[in-house]
Each structure stands twice: as C-alpha cells, then as structure tokens.
C-alpha cells in the first residue's frame, strides 16, 4: 500500500514538473508573439508576418493595402495575398526554395490581390525568420 502510494506522488509530482516548463514555454512563446507583433506595429510600410504558410499579423498599412480585416487575413493563406500566377512566379520560387526560414532578405516585383479582387502591382521584400521552431516570413 504505502509503494502505491509512493508511485502515485512520484506521478503526480513528474506531472507538475511537466506542466510547469509547458506553462513556461507557452509564457515564453507569447512574449515573443507579442515582440513580432510590436515591431510589425512600429513600421511605416505594409509589414505581414507568415507561419508555416498563413498570415498570422498584419500591422494596419497592410490591412488598409490588401482590404482585409485582421480577422479575415487571419484566416488567409499567403497564397491569397500573392496568388501563385506568371507575375508572382520569382516570388514563389524564392519562398518554395527557403531552407526552413534560413537566408537573407530578398526583393522581388509581385502582384498583389486585394479582398474586394483587385490587383496591384507592389515590391515584395521577403525576410526570412524561424519562429519557435517553425518557419516563417515577414513580408514588407
């Protein structure tokens, strides 16, 4: 009785000690969402952030650029915004050929599709990022 006992605190202590280092690392990857967004918030161009192939943010100049609501362009793929034709062919090919978010910045003349469907011809600067652990884009 008294070994169940024991087994079971063991558990129950290896338990917290797991929940507290998730707890941590959820914290830890919040404050570091929260830093991407405040330096997306501080530029003047239209500034996008990109995981793993989805707008995760956009600062108001983009959201004004493309038409979007922040909850709408939440639900978007990158390939909305820069659809995948002839004009936006370089644009691709550089993105399909980042290895994991490594590499540096690169910019490229692109066509951009707004929500009401609407193109515009743009410059696309593309700044490759990892963001725990998943690769990502910031795009002016």
Same mark, same amino acid.
């Given at each position: 009785? @008294?070994?169940?006992?024991?087994?079971? &605190?063991?558990?129950?202590?290896?338990? !917290?000690?797991?929940?507290?280092?998730?707890?941590?690392?959820?914290?830890?990857?919040? !404050?570091?969402?929260?830093?991407?967004?405040?330096?997306? #918030?501080?530029?003047?161009?239209?500034?996008?952030?990109?995981?793993?192939?989805?707008?995760?943010?956009?600062? =108001?100049?983009?959201?004004?650029?493309?038409?979007?609501?922040?909850?709408?362009?939440?639900? &978007?793929?990158?390939?909305?915004?820069?659809?995948?034709? =002839? *004009?936006?062919?370089?644009?691709?090919?550089?993105?399909?050929?980042?290895?994991?978010?490594?590499?540096?910045?690169?910019?490229? *003349?692109?066509? !951009?599709?707004?929500?009401?469907? #609407?193109?515009? #011809?743009?410059?696309?600067? &593309?700044?490759?990022?990892?963001?725990?652990?998943? =690769?990502?884009?910031? @795009?002016?």
């Amino acid at each position: 009785m @008294v070994l169940v006992f024991i087994v079971l &605190l063991s558990n129950v202590r290896q338990s !917290l000690g797991v929940e507290k280092k998730r707890a941590d690392m959820q914290a830890s990857l919040q !404050l570091a969402e929260e830093r991407y967004r405040s330096l997306i #918030e501080a530029t003047t161009e239209g500034t996008l952030l990109i995981l793993d192939g989805r707008c995760r943010y956009a600062n =108001p100049t983009m959201l004004h650029m493309t038409g979007y609501s922040a909850e709408r362009l939440e639900l &978007l793929e990158l390939s909305d915004l820069l659809p995948r034709e =002839p *004009e936006n062919e370089a644009v691709w090919a550089h993105i399909e050929g980042l290895p994991g978010g490594a590499g540096g910045s690169k910019s490229f *003349e692109a066509v !951009l599709e707004r929500a009401d469907g #609407e193109k515009r #011809e743009i410059i696309v600067i &593309l700044n490759p990022i990892t963001f725990a652990d998943h =690769p990502g884009i910031i @795009v002016l």
